[in-house]
């Protein structure tokens, strides 16, 4: 699986951005997606994410409430749709797809073995 992560960029804080990121299969069945983030000197971390069966969504505390995911199946594409931004969500975004994972790892980043190549977001204050 190919996934190509875009519309990243600068805003101020309060703003809005929608990510998305485009899988090269013509399904998602079966493949937990999920999005995660880097700060400079800082762990990669979970965002947010679907399960394996597409039924379930997972958010992390930090973006509950203002971050929305979300998928169009007959794009093979998911969303991540970032509302009332704040400095600290400046990171690289990457959006992560596997078949095998287990649903306790969801949030783990190691559990997922296909990967986007990443876009910056960069929230002002």
């Known amino acids: 699986v190919q996934l190509q992560a875009s519309g990243g960029g600068l805003v101020q804080a309060g703003g809005s951005l929608r990510l998305s990121c485009a899988a090269s299969?013509?399904?998602?069945?079966?493949?937990?997606m999920g999005w995660f983030r880097q700060a400079p000197g800082k762990e990669r971390e979970f965002v947010a994410g679907?399960?394996?069966?597409?039924?379930?969504?997972y958010y992390a505390d930090s973006v509950k409430g203002r971050f929305t995911i979300s998928r169009d199946n007959a794009k093979t594409t998911v969303y991540l749709q970032m509302n009332t931004l704040k400095p600290e969500d400046t990171a690289v975004y990457y959006c992560?797809?596997?078949?095998?994972?287990?649903?306790?790892?969801?949030?783990?980043?190691?559990?997922?073995?296909?990967w986007g190549q990443g876009t910056l977001v960069t929230v002002s204050s």
């Open positions: 992560a797809a596997d078949n095998r994972i287990i649903a306790s790892r969801y949030r783990d980043y190691t559990g997922y073995n296909y």
């Open positions: 679907f399960s394996r069966n597409g039924g379930s969504t």
């Open positions: 299969r013509r399904t998602f069945s079966g493949y937990a």
